[in-house]
Each structure stands twice: as structure tokens, then as C-alpha cells.
């Protein structure tokens, strides 16, 4: 007598597409959502007040590098114990604490600077405790978007998350770069009154269940702990160097887009229109995303969106029309945004609950790669010129995207194979 396989759980079941604001319909992601759009504001308007105080106060552009180099490097060190902080503790509370924090040394840094008792060292102390609020806040953000979905809702939420990211970038650095040229201490007013905004947002959340570790551990062994798990997962281990190596070949060329403006399109004022068209792009691709929801074969769309944004990059770094260059940041954002957003859904998918928090924040440590990465581009630009200088630092990390599609079995394969299974029997 033949036997018949029963149909598939319904998890495998073919996912359906929801329209993408599915997760806004959950009250606590409606909250994060402004809480991570006005945090980033927060994050450019420092960025961009802190250069600009730099340079008022040296007019030495060593100085203005060795301030954003002293921030970034410090992420380092604190982000690995931000994520203990968001397995060890509530992860609404550690945002609450963080942003707060955010809010009081942005008001101190606006007082110093309209009270004229603003000095060059007081610029790499707020580098550093601007660095310290932001690694922990991200950490936990960036898992409490998975506590506040589920799994048919996580892709759009991410997608979703990261759109308000793009919008900050967009919008935020605009606004911090007018008010910081009509009054510098102005604009850290001004990151003061967002981060506030965010503040409250984060407040209205609920708390959320989350599987903690354990509280009585010492804070280095569970840092040590989650990288241990973390290089013990062949896919886990694959999934942050692909987050980790573009941030290191790849996006230190946002840095030298005045040089782009200037001397390859010969017009300076496009400087920010090159700097938003890798973003506008990005909300694009990351719209097309949150429309068409929980998708399949993550990881090979991942990988074939990383291959095209790459690859676009190479044709901007070919133009000398500022026209075709704009299409082709533009262009290479609707894949980035995709590719990057769809990383984190694979990557926090594989992670195991109690270590959500660690996990994220080694993939923002991958993030925070971008300043160590600007010198070894710099060096290139030098010594091959501008255009080339970038295609040789992207094109390598194209020909890392293409081994990992050669031989990263243990990320394409599993996911295949889970499909596969996922098909009902005959």
C-alpha cells in the first residue's frame, strides 16, 4: 500500500506577500521606527558638527581624521560589551540608558561651544562618548527589530529599519551641515533635541520576552564566549566576513567623494548629491524588499545583489559625467540596501536566542570597519590616482564576493537543501 507524505508545516509553506508596512501595524515597531530615524539624525548632526568644530578650531585636516580615527577605533573596543549588555539585560532599558546618555553630552558639547570654553581636546573626548552611546544603542536596536517580529514579518521589519536608516542619512546630514555653518553650537542643540525625540519614542516601547544569559558571568568571558560560538558556525563566520569586508575594501570611498566632485566631475557643489544617490538608491531596493516580504533563497539574492552593487560601483569609478555617475551610485544603492538588509535577516536568523545581542554587535563591529579601511584606499589613490585607486580596492573585494559564490557551500547550500525539504513529497 503506498504511503502518503503528509504536506509541509506551515512554516514551509511558500511565503505570501503581506504589502510592505506589515510590521508598522505592530505598535512597539511603529515607535523603533521613529526611535532609529531620529537617532540617526543624532548620529550625522554630531558626525558633521565634530568635523566642522575641528576645522573652525585647526583648520588641519590631520586633526579633523585623527578625531573621526579615535572614534571609530573606540568602537572597537566597546561594542562587543554592548552586545553582553543587550543578552544580559532589557534590551528597551540599555536603549533608554544609551540614548539618554547620547542627549546629556551632546547639551554638555553645546554648552562648551556657545559659552566659547570649546577647546581641541574636548573634540576627541565627545568623539569617544559619542562612540560609546552609539555601540551600545545599536546592538540592541538591531535585536529588538527581531523581538518585534515574527518570522513572516522579520524581512520587511529589517527592511523597514534600515529605510529609516537611509532617510537619516539622507535627510540628517543636510540639516546638520546648515545649522553647523550658521552656528556650531547650534547644531549640537539641535543633535541634543533629536536624540531626545528618540528618547521618548524608546520609552513608549513595551518590554518584550528575550532569552537572557546569565547575569553572575563575568562580562569578558561572555564577550569571549560569543565570538567563540560565533567562529564555531562555519555560516555565521561567512556571514560577518561578508559584512566585515566591504566595510573594509569597499565604503572608505565615500570618503573621498570631494575628490570625486572636484577633480573627476570638476563640480563641487555635487559633492552631496554623490553622497545621497548611494542612499536614495538604497530606499529603493530596500522598498522593492519590504513589498515582496518574507522571500526565498536569501542567501544567493544576498550574493548576486552584493556581485551588482560591486560591479556598478566599477562603472562609476569609469565615469567622468557626472549625469552617468549619479545613475550609477543611484543604481548600485538599489542593490547595497537589498543585499546589506537581507545579510542581517540571514545572519540574526541563524543566531541562537541568548546570544542575539553578541551576534549583533560583532556584525556591527563589521560595520565599524569603514575608518580603518580609508588609509589602505588612501595609499591607493595616491599612488594609481583617484579613479583607479578605488577600482582596484572594490575590484578586490569583487573577486572575494566571487570565491565566497565558488566555494561558500556551507551558506548557499543549507539554505537550498532547506527549501528542498520544504516541498511537499510525491
Known amino acids: 500500500m503506498a504511503v502518503v507524505a503528509p504536506p509541509p508545516p506551515p512554516q514551509d509553506a511558500a511565503p505570501t506577500k ?9 505598535r512597539d515597531f511603529r515607535w523603533l521606527w521613529i526611535g532609529t530615524i531620529t537617532v540617526g539624525f543624532g548620529q550625522w548632526g554630531q558626525q558633521i558638527g565634530l568635523n566642522y568644530l575641528v576645522y573652525i578650531l585647526t ?44 542627549v ?33 544603542n545599536q546592538p540592541a536596536r538591531q535585536a529588538y527589530v527581531h523581538d518585534v517580529s515574527t518570522p513572516e514579518t522579520f524581512s520587511n521589519a529589517i527592511a523597514l529599519n534600515s529605510i529609516a536608516q537611509n532617510l537619516s542619512r539622507i535627510v540628517g546630514p543636510p540639516i546638520a551641515g546648515i545649522i553647523a555653518v550658521w552656528n556650531v553650537g547650534a547644531c549640537f542643540l ?17 518590554e518584550r520576552p528575550q532569552e537572557k544569559a546569565g547575569a553572575g558571568r563575568n562580562p569578558t568571558r561572555q564577550v569571549l564566549d560569543g565570538f567563540a560560538y560565533l567562529l564555531a558556525e562555519p555560516r555565521l563566520r561567512l556571514l560577518l566576513a561578508i559584512n566585515a569586508v566591504p566595510a573594509l575594501l569597499v565604503y572608505p570611498y565615500m570618503n573621498f567623494m570631494p575628490i570625486f566632485a572636484d577633480e573627476v566631475f570638476h563640480e563641487e557643489r555635487a559633492y552631496g548629491f554623490l553622497v545621497a544617490m548611494i542612499a536614495v ?37 569609469r565615469q567622468d559625467t557626472l549625469a552617468f555617475g549619479l545613475v550609477a551610485l543611484a543604481s548600485a544603492g538599489v542593490f547595497h540596501g537589498t543585499a546589506l538588509a537581507l545579510n542581517n535577516v540571514v545572519f540574526q536568523g541563524e543566531l541562537r536566542p541568548d546570544m542575539r ?5 560583532a556584525w556591527q563591529i563589521g560595520m565599524s570597519l569603514m575608518p580603518l579601511g580609508g588609509l589602505p584606499m588612501g595609499l591607493l589613490i595616491d599612488r594609481f590616482g583617484t579613479q583607479d585607486g578605488v577600482a582596484i580596492s572594490h575590484a578586490m573585494c569583487l573577486a572575494f564576493f566571487v570565491l565566497v559564490i565558488l566555494l561558500g557551500r556551507s551558506l548557499t547550500h543549507a539554505e537550498a537543501a532547506a527549501a528542498a525539504e520544504a516541498q511537499p513529497a510525491v
Open 104 to 136: 546629556a553630552q551632546a547639551a554638555v558639547l553645546a554648552a562648551l561651544v556657545l559659552t566659547d570654553l570649546i577647546e581641541v581636546w574636548h573634540a576627541y573626548v565627545f568623539a569617544v562618548l559619542t562612540t560609546f552611546t552609539q555601540a551600545i
Open 59 to 102: 583648520d588641519d585636516a590631520v586633526q579633523m581624521g585623527a578625531v573621526t580615527f579615535v572614534g571609530g577605533f573606540g568602537a572597537l573596543f566597546v561594542t562587543p560589551y554592548a552586545g553582553v549588555l543587550a543578552d544580559r539585560y532589557s534590551r528597551r532599558k540599555v536603549m533608554i540608558l544609551s540614548t539618554w546618555l547620547g
Open 190 to 206: 539641535f543633535v541634543a533635541a533629536v536624540r531626545g525625540v528618540s528618547l521618548v519614542a524608546t520609552w513608549l516601547m513595551r
Open 18 to 26: 503581506q504589502g510592505p508596512f506589515i510590521s508598522f501595524r505592530e
Open 281 to 317: 538608491g538604497s530606499i529603493i531596493g530596500l522598498s522593492i524588499l519590504a513589498w515582496f516580504g518574507d522571500i526565498r533563497r536569501k542567501t544567493q539574492i544576498m550574493l548576486g545583489c552584493f556581485v551588482a552593487y560591486l560591479v556598478l560601483l566599477l562603472v562609476f569609478s
Open 357 to 361: 545581542g553578541r551576534g549583533m554587535a
